[in-house]
C-alpha cells in the first residue's frame, strides 16, 4: 500500500499534468473560465514507471485516488482562481500553477521525466476509471 504522502504527490502530480500540458487542444471553454469544471465526474489517470495512479473527482469537493497497488485514499478539492488545489487526508493543500484552459475528457499527452526520469503518461477519461 502507498504511503498517504505519495499518494497525495501522484494525486498532485495527475492534476498539474491535466492542467499543464501542452495537449488540452481538444479543451472547450474560454480563458479565465471554471477550470474544474470537466473535471466534476471524470477520471484523471497517470501511468508511469510505477504504475497507473486514477483520480476520479465524483463532484465539486471530493477526490478517490486509487494508487498502482489498488488501494484507495479519500480527498477533497477546489477551485481557487484559476487554480486547481487538492487536499489529502491528513495532508498540506496542493495547488496548481494557474491553468488557461480547462482540462476535459478526451485531453491527454506526455510530461516529461524531471532529473532523466522516465516520461508520464496522463489522460482525463469520462467517468469514474476504477
Known sequence: MLKPALMAR???AAILIAALAPGLAHAAGKKGKDV???LVGNTVELA??????RIYYPD??????R???GSEMKGHWRVKGRQICTR???QAENCTAPIDVPPVA???GTLPGEAGGADLQWSVRKGKGF
Do not use: F, H, Y
Request: glycine content about 18%; overall charge positive; hydrophobic content about 35%.
Open 67 to 69: 494508487a498502482p497497488d
Open 36 to 38: 474544474g469544471a470537466g
Open 48 to 53: 508511469g514507471p510505477q504504475g497507473t495512479t
Open 60 to 65: 465539486r469537493k471530493a477526490i478517490v485516488v
Open 88 to 90: 489529502m487526508e491528513k
Open 106 to 108: 478526451g485531453s491527454s
Open 10 to 12: 501522484a494525486a498532485t
